[in-house]
């Protein structure tokens, strides 16, 4: 039921893009729709922080940092969310975690690795 399966996480370099993708495979469509979906991301040393959100009605939240470059999305006939981050730059190397949300519950994915390096 919460189990969410994160891809997409890569090495590249500053100004490149990336997609994350994040799939609920065992989430019935009736859970997962009016989920909200997030992506939080960690850096090594430091707390694991929102970067986005969207609710099950499309509406989206992004963390000051990451606004014009990340735009969070997400299929519900595939019941998965995408993370498209363009203009990427070191700082935002961290581990990406995916996060849904419903009735006051929380599940995480396992989270991949982002790394922005020259």
């Known amino acids: 039921q919460g189990l969410l399966v994160e891809s997409g996480g890569g090495s590249v370099q500053p100004g490149e893009s990336l997609r994350l993708s994040c799939k609920a495979p065992?989430?019935?469509?009736?859970?997962?729709?009016?989920?909200?979906m997030g992506w939080y991301r960690q850096a090594p040393g430091k707390e694991r922080d929102l970067v986005a959100t969207?609710?099950?009605?499309?509406?989206?939240h992004y963390a000051d940092s990451v606004k014009g470059r990340f735009t969070i999305s997400r299929d519900n006939s595939r019941k998965t969310v995408y993370l498209q981050m363009n203009a990427l730059a070191s700082e935002d190397t961290a581990v990406y975690y995916c996060?849904?949300?419903?009735?006051?519950?929380?599940?995480w994915g396992q989270g991949t690795q982002v790394t922005v390096s020259s």
């Open positions: 996060n849904r949300k419903l009735d006051g519950r929380d599940f």
């Open positions: 065992t989430t019935i469509t009736s859970v997962f729709n009016p989920s909200t």
């Open positions: 969207i609710t099950g009605r499309g509406n989206t």
